[in-house]
Structures are given as C-alpha cells and as structure tokens.
C-alpha cells in the first residue's frame, strides 16, 4: 500500500487536531505528520488510521492514539543524534517518529511477533532502529547509559533497572498505575542517585509484562 495524496490529507487534519489538543511542539508535530500512521495498521482498520483514537493491533496489544504518542513525545524533549530507548516496540510506529526526529533509537519487545513484523514494516519505509527481543524492564543495560527511555505500556511502578539505565541529565517518560489508569510520570535524572519526579495526566496503557513472549 502506498501514501496516498489522501492519506497525507488526512494526516494533515489529524496533526491539526493534535495542534488544537494542546501539542505545541512542532518538531513532534512534522515528525508525525511524515510517518504514514496507516501502513502500521490492520487492514481491517485502514480507513481509521487518522482518527485519533487506539486501535488494536496483533497479540492482544494496541497502536496507540495519537495524540498519546504526540504528549509522550513532547515530555521526552528529543533532539536530533540522542540515543533513545523505547520498551515496547509494538507497531514500530512510536520508534518511526523518534527516528523522524533524528534519536538514534533503540527499540526492545517482548512478544515475538512483534519484535519480527516490526522490523518488516519499518524497514521497506527506511526506518531503522535498533530492535532487540527481550524483557523490557531489563532495559539494555549492555548499551547503557541512554539520553532518553520511552516506555510505551503500563507499569505499576517505575523500573528500578530502566532509571539506572538513564545518564545523567537524561529523560524518561512512562505510564505508571494499575488496569484502571495511569498517571503519566516523566524522571529527570539529576546527579547519580537524584531523581526529579512529576505526573502529567491519566492515560490508558496495556500493562509493561516482564520476561519475553513468544
């Protein structure tokens, strides 16, 4: 399937609406307005590939609604040539609009599937991340430390792993709560063992599981 003229029409309204929502960061805001949403997506859910809502994708998991990916990326604050780590590659499509930011990213799933289809989408589209297979909450400590960590599910409290994982000065962004919602926290590390915590509203995630899925 191709990006139609028609797709990069609908993409334009769907960034508009994320822009009215409150998203101000307009690198956040082009880099998404390039990613082609809709190839991520099942075919059965094509035609709602630019209304800004979740929709489920294989294994249970979901692609998230847009203007999440939008908020989780503006509090991340990623610049071109930072080393970025997301857990939780599902889609690939959060890790398209990282690498459209210019983070060299790298990108671990638990679940088999979508640890290999990822790669099939992103790749043909000249998206290439880093992907590993692996447990998310171990983080990828072999490659540590990382100016940003992404978390794309929901986790009952923050990973002590992943925030050692975080250089100093570094950023990550995660969904912390329960089956019922999450308080979106955003950590600044701020020296070896100084951490500067805040929430920034109630989401919706699938839960951060650990260990790996085949």
Do not use: C, W
């Not at 609009?97 to 210019?102: D, I, R």
């Not at 998310?136 to 925030?163: H, M, N, Q």
Request: glycine content about 8%; hydrophobic content about 35%; proline content about 5%.
């Amino acid at each position: 399937m191709q990006d139609s003229y028609r797709h990069k029409g609908l993409r334009k309204k769907l960034i508009d609406s994320l822009r009215s929502k409150g998203i101000r960061d307009e690198s956040v805001l082009d880099a998404m307005n390039k990613v082609p949403r809709h190839l991520f997506m099942d075919s059965s859910f094509i035609n709602f590939s630019y209304i800004d809502k979740a929709f489920p994708i294989s294994s249970g998991q979901t692609i998230s609604q847009p203007y999440t990916v939008a908020f989780q990326t503006e509090l991340l604050e990623v610049k071109k040539h930072l080393k970025v780590l997301e857990v939780g590659t599902g889609s690939g499509y959060q890790a398209a609009v990282l690498v459209e930011l210019g983070a060299r990213v790298y990108t671990i799933e638990r679940i088999r599937e979508l640890y290999l289809s990822a790669q099939e989408t992103l790749g043909p589209l000249g998206y290439k991340p880093r992907f590993f297979y692996g447990d998310g909450y171990e983080g990828l400590p072999s490659f540590a430390p990382f100016d940003r960590i992404l978390v794309t599910a929901a986790a009952p409290e923050i990973p002590e792993k992943l925030k050692e994982q975080l250089a100093d000065g570094g950023i990550m962004v995660i969904p912390v709560g329960n089956q019922f919602g999450q308080k979106m926290a955003r950590i600044v590390r701020e020296g070896n063992d100084n951490f500067h915590y805040s929430e920034h509203g109630y989401f919706s995630f699938v839960p951060l599981l650990k260990g790996k899925s085949k």
